[in-house]
C-alpha cells in the first residue's frame, strides 16, 4: 500500500487478450516505489479455461465504449486524479479515458493506434492471423495461438516467455478488435482521441522490434501531444514491454520520467 500520500494512486490497464495478471511486474514495480497501485481487469475478461457459451458472447459484442466507461467509473470513484499505465490497446484504453476525466500522468506502452492513425502493417495482419477471418468480427471473440506470439507479440522474448504469455493469454472482443482495426482508417469512430482534452503529461515508450504496434505508430502519437509527450525507443525490444527481458530497461525510464 502506499504510503506516501504526495505520490497519486496507479490504475493499470492491460492490453487485448488479456486480463490483470499480465501486469503483475508492473504493479511490483510500482509498488516497490511506494505507489498505490490497481491492475484493472476489464469487463468480460476472465482465464480463458472459464469460459462458457454465454461468456464468450458477452465479451464478443463488449466495445471500446464498455471499457472506458468502466476505467472513467473507477476513476472517479477515486479521491485525486491516478497514473494510469497502459499496455497496447489499453495504452488506447487510458488516452480515450484521460480525454474525459482528470488524470495525473499518461504511462503508454506499446499502445495501440488511435483514430487516424493507420496502424495497419503487413506485421500486423501476420500477428492477428486467422482472427482477420472470422466474419462478422464484431460478434465473434479473437485469441492468440502461439505462432501468433512467437512472431508478433514477443518475436524478441525468451521461449520460456513466449509460453507464459500463451498460458495466460484469453479471448478477447471482435467488437473492439474491430474498432481499433477500422479506426486507424478514419479520423472519427470511437477510437479517436479528442488530444486537446487530455492536459496530463504523456510517456510513450515503444520497441524498435515490435510487429503489432511498430515504433512509427508511437511516434505518431508522441506527435499528437506536442510538448506534453516524451517519446522514448527501447532497442531491441518487442510489444511485450510489460514484462521480460526489456523490462527492467523501461522500469527505469517509467520511474526517471515520473520522478523528474
Not at 142 to 150: E, K, V
Request: proline share 4%; with cysteine.
Amino acid at each position: 500500500m502506499n504510503t506516501e500520500h504526495s505520490k497519486p494512486p496507479v490504475l493499470l490497464i492491460h492490453g487485448m487478450w488479456a486480463t490483470s495478471a499480465v501486469m503483475q511486474e508492473v504493479k511490483a514495480a510500482f509498488e516497490e516505489k511506494g505507489y498505490a497501485v490497481e491492475a484493472l481487469t476489464l469487463p468480460f475478461h476472465q482465464p480463458k479455461s472459464t469460459y462458457d457459451k454465454a461468456g464468450k458472447a458477452r465479451l464478443a459484442r463488449a466495445s471500446l465504449q464498455d471499457y472506458v466507461d468502466f476505467i472513467v467509473a473507477r476513476i472517479r470513484a477515486l479521491e485525486v486524479a491516478p497514473i494510469l499505465v497502459g499496455h497496447s490497446m489499453g495504452a488506447l484504453l487510458a488516452q480515450l479515458v484521460a480525454a474525459r476525466v482528470a488524470c495525473h500522468r499518461l504511462v503508454l506502452l506499446s499502445s495501440a493506434a488511435p483514430g487516424g492513425i493507420n496502424g495497419w502493417s503487413w506485421s500486423m495482419i501476420r500477428t492477428l492471423g486467422r482472427n482477420l477471418l472470422l466474419f462478422p468480427l464484431w460478434r465473434r471473440v479473437t485469441q492468440l495461438r502461439a505462432a501468433n506470439i512467437r512472431y508478433g507479440v514477443a518475436n524478441s522474448q525468451s521461449a520460456a516467455t513466449q509460453q507464459q504469455i500463451l498460458e495466460l493469454a484469453t479471448y478477447e472482443s471482435g467488437m473492439a478488435t474491430f474498432q481499433i482495426g477500422v479506426g486507424g482508417l478514419f479520423r472519427g469512430g470511437f477510437s479517436r482521441v479528442d488530444t486537446d482534452a487530455v492536459r496530463c503529461p504523456v510517456l510513450v515508450i515503444g520497441g524498435s522490434d515490435d510487429r503489432i504496434t511498430p515504433f512509427k505508430i508511437q511516434q505518431r502519437i508522441a506527435a499528437m501531444y506536442g510538448d506534453r509527450a516524451q517519446l522514448i525507443k527501447i532497442p531491441g525490444a518487442c510489444h511485450w514491454t510489460v514484462a521480460g527481458s526489456y523490462f527492467p530497461k523501461i522500469r527505469t525510464v517509467m520511474f526517471r520520467w515520473l520522478d523528474a
